[in-house]
């Protein structure tokens, strides 16, 4: 009998069609990382004409909360539903992205003699506590948003006493529906919130520095 010459142009058809598939099926798993990083730094962070304030502050690690503290993004549609994209994700955890803002910003602005994120031989006089509650995309009307609920202590260390406290609670719309504006936005807001803190440090610090031993 013989053999029609459609089936082995069918056969070809059938194995290019799945090669087709397997390499659409790829790309469409492909997962994007992205990063929460201090953004360019303005030149008056840092204090000028006037002294330090006296003594070192140590960072402790960021208290945030567990159901954003993922590698997964957190989506917020409804006000009690929330979900994680599988395929956007945040390339650092926030808790150490974060952890690593906060000690470049406070280094950058020179308000302390020395700020580290463990002293090894010394007993720092402050300690930085950073509560962050909320990072999510609020998404509403096919709409963007960047949301960032975070809270910031500065306490003395002999007695732990909070000698300045500042909250925040920002939401920001997007431009576009793109993920990586919104990573670039949490990073803003994080340092803008950060020049504020600072500066609410520097503005009380007549009230606490004498306190230093």
Not at 73 to 78: A, E, H, K, P, T
Not at 127 to 140: A, C, D, M, P, Y
Request: proline share 4%; net charge negative; hydrophobic share 40%.
């Amino acid at each position: 009998m013989t053999q029609s010459p459609m089936k082995p142009a069918i056969t070809l058809s059938i194995g290019i069609f799945i090669l087709l598939s397997s390499c659409m099926s790829e790309k469409a798993v492909i997962k994007k990382y992205y990063v929460i990083e201090i953004p360019t730094l303005p030149a008056d962070i840092a204090l000028t004409g006037g002294e330090v304030i006296n003594g070192t502050c140590e960072i402790e690690p960021i208290e945030i909360n567990t159901v954003i503290d993922r590698n997964q993004i957190v989506n917020r549609s409804q006000s009690n539903e929330i979900i994680y994209y599988q395929n956007h994700q945040w390339a650092v955890r926030p808790s150490v992205s974060i952890m690593e803002l906060v000690s470049t910003f406070l280094e950058h602005s020179a308000i302390f003699e020395g700020v580290s994120t463990r002293f090894s031989r010394i007993v720092p006089d402050y300690r930085l506590n950073t509560f962050v509650k909320q990072l999510e995309v609020i998404e509403s009307k096919k709409s963007f948003s960047a949301h960032l609920e975070v809270e910031f202590r500065l306490l003395r260390n002999a007695d732990s006493e909070i000698i300045v406290k500042y909250q925040a609670d920002r939401t920001r719309p997007l431009e576009e529906n793109d993920l990586n504006l919104f990573a670039a936005e949490i990073s803003n807001i994080l340092a803008s919130e950060l020049q504020n803190f600072t500066t609410r440090i520097v503005e009380q610090r007549s009230d606490f520095e004498s306190g230093v031993q």
